[in-house]
């Protein structure tokens, strides 16, 4: 590109000046390419990777809360009832006066604890957060032994453990 | 001929006009990889620390299992390996257990067993321990 205009007497200082190649242009494209690309790899990785991380520690997160509520109750239960409907069970405690209900919230995907005391509910805690299907979680018992099955799940991620409870109260 | 103050304006910004050094084109990259560099390291950093929560989580819930299976299970006098029934484990994690015994001394392994037993849960991953948990067995 010229910008000088001899006729007219510029400086000829002006006419030694050059733009650049189409080379140069180029090249420059090429590497503003490059770059660009390596910028938005790792953006669109930074994303896929907190929301990858942000799933694993709410399903890991479910089963943390569940099993230690779970371990508690089942430290003062005796026994285990199992339920119907929504209701997985409720662990007893040697005399009944004191129940934890286990259930299922459709709406909210939720495992749901209640405690009930002499027949009146007392507390509602949501134990995990990630439950898909009601038939996520499973209890089941062999004598004072309690086996409980957990699928949490969250975007991708899906995590399963059984977990062993042994109800000791006499 | 006269200069018009378009060609004064033009010479003046042609006279100052100096392309970006090379130096300048360096710095420039070392700025921009330098800032891509700690999103790396960021991302890096990010996914150890939800590896290192899932080995706890999942650990944990295993040595709790097998905890959970001994206090479940009859007490057993010299128990060996496969005395106590085992956790089913979760495949790439190991859990092994130690058993100590009462006796007048103290808690020392290998003692007479006189019905009260300490045991230690270890669960570990790739060679490393990740959680290890103690509690107490008493033939009552």
């Keep these: ?3 000088t205009c001899k006729t007219r007497g510029v400086d000829p200082n002006l006419s030694q000046e050059q733009g650049t190649s189409l080379v140069e242009v180029l090249v420059a494209m090429g590497i503003s390419v ?22 694993q520690l709410q399903i890991t997160n479910d089963i943390q809360v569940a099993s230690l509520w779970l371990g508690r109750d089942a430290l003062e239960a005796s026994s285990f009832t199992a339920g119907t409907g929504n209701v997985y ?11 934890f209900r286990y259930s299922y919230d459709a709406l909210e995907q939720a495992l749901i604890r209640e405690h009930i005391e002499d027949g009146s509910l007392l507390t509602t805690h949501t134990v995990a957060r990630y439950i898909s299907d009601q038939n996520d979680v499973s209890f089941s018992t062999a004598g004072s032994l309690l086996t409980v ?8 991620e899906i995590k399963s453990v059984d977990i062993e409870f042994s109800m000791r109260a006499r | ?5 378009t060609d004064h304006l033009l010479q003046k910004i042609a006279r100052n006009e100096k392309g970006a050094t090379l130096v300048e084109e360096l710095t420039t990259l070392a ?15 990010g996914v150890i620390g939800v590896r290192t929560v899932d080995d706890k989580v999942l650990a944990e819930s295993l040595a709790r299992s097998q905890l959970e299976l001994i206090k479940d299970a009859a007490y057993e006098y010299d128990p060996g390996p496969t005395s ?14 130690s058993i100590e015994y009462w006796d007048s001394g103290g808690i020392a392994s290998p003692q007479i067993d006189n019905g009260l037993q300490k045991i230690t849960v270890t669960v570990s991953t790739g060679g490393t321990d990740i959680v290890q948990t103690a509690s107490f067995k008493v033939d009552r």
Excluded at chain 1, 89 to 99: E, T
Excluded at chain 1, 149 to 154: V, Y
Excluded at chain 2, 31 to 45: D, H, P, Q, R
Aim: proline share 4%.
């Design chain 1, 1 to 3: 590109m010229n910008r």
């Design chain 2, 1 to 5: 001929m006269k200069y018009s103050s």
């Design chain 2, 84 to 97: 106590y029934p085992s956790v089913t484990p979760i495949s790439g994690y190991i859990v092994s257990l």
């Design chain 1, 149 to 156: 099955s957990i699928t949490s799940t969250s975007g991708d």
């Design chain 1, 89 to 99: 069970g409720i662990l007893n405690w040697p005399d009944s006066s004191n129940q």
């Design chain 1, 34 to 55: 490059i770059v660009f690309g390596v910028i938005t790899t790792a953006m669109v990785q930074f994303m896929l990777v907190t929301r990858w991380g942000n799933s």
């Design chain 2, 31 to 45: 700025i921009i990889s330098f800032g891509l560099v700690i999103l790396v390291a960021m991302i890096t950093t």
